[in-house]
T-cell receptor, first 109, second 115 residues
Framework: DAKTTQPTSMDCAEGRAANLPCNHS???????VYWYRQIHSQGPQYIIH???NNETNEMASLIITEDRKSSTLILPHATLRDTAVYYC??????????FGTGTSLTVIP | EAGVAQSPRYKIIEKRQSVAFWCNPI?????LYWYQQILGQGPKLLIQ????????DSQLPKDRFSAERLKGVDSTLKIQPAKLEDSAVYLC?????????????FGDGTRLSIL
């Protein structure tokens, strides 16, 4: 199963872009990269996912390197409500989601 | 669309008692998952259903945990008897199917405390 490596914590100033990195060097060709976030006392919230190409939706952008060994989640204008734990997940064979411990993002006023 | 519904939101029991959690997935979602999330850790998959059949229960402690999805819609997860180490948040998720391109959508979970 492809595992991911994320920084334990990050800070970002309110209104600035938050760039959350993720390494997944053992990813296989057909495995997708997913991003979720979890705010205290809530379930994980789906943000975005991609295979090879960069993706953008109303919440964020996902940049995947050409070799697919790493990716970056971009929150273009971080707000205080974006403070959460962000999980980068590679969809493993057998459809397992392995969450790891994620990155704790704190948006600072 | 309505999200994944779970109940109860909180439960406190004593060790060796039994407890059950209920989950109603997003309408039309064939795949349902139960996760356990211990404080400070990411969620860990316990069991996965496709319609009313079990796809993967390799991480489910079958001596005390059981789950069913009899009609392929809502599901219950039971613990009997509970141990102190079962204190956790139990999350339910659903997806349209088991495809790799299908995101899972989560409920807010049931927080279980064992005294």
């Amino acid at each position: 199963d492809a595992k991911t490596t994320q920084p334990t914590s990050m800070d970002c100033a309110e209104g600035r872009a938050a760039n959350l990195p993720c390494n997944h060097s053992t990813i296989s060709g057909n495995e997708y990269v997913y991003w979720y976030r979890q705010i205290h006392s809530q379930g994980p919230q789906y943000i975005i996912h991609g295979l090879k190409n960069n993706e953008t939706n109303e919440m964020a952008s996902l940049i995947i390197t050409e070799d697919r060994k790493s990716s970056t989640l971009i929150l273009p204008h971080a707000t205080l409500r974006d403070t959460a734990v962000y999980y980068c997940i590679v969809r493993a064979t057998g459809n397992q989601f392995y969450f790891g411990t994620g990155t704790s993002l704190t948006v600072i006023p | 669309e309505a999200g994944v519904a779970q109940s109860p939101r909180y439960k406190i029991i004593e060790k060796r008692q039994s407890v059950a959690f209920w989950c109603n997935p997003i309408s039309g979602h064939a795949t349902l998952y139960w996760y356990q999330q211990i404080l400070g850790q990411g969620p860990k998959l316990l069991i996965q259903f496709q319609n009313n059949g079990v796809v993967d229960d390799s991480q489910l402690p079958k001596d005390r945990f059981s789950a069913e999805r009899l009609k392929g819609v809502d599901s219950t997860l039971k613990i009997q008897p509970a141990k102190l180490e079962d204190s956790a948040v139990y999350l339910c998720a659903s997806s349209q199917n088991t495809g790799l391109n299908q995101p899972q959508h989560f409920g807010d979970g049931t927080r279980l405390s064992i005294l």
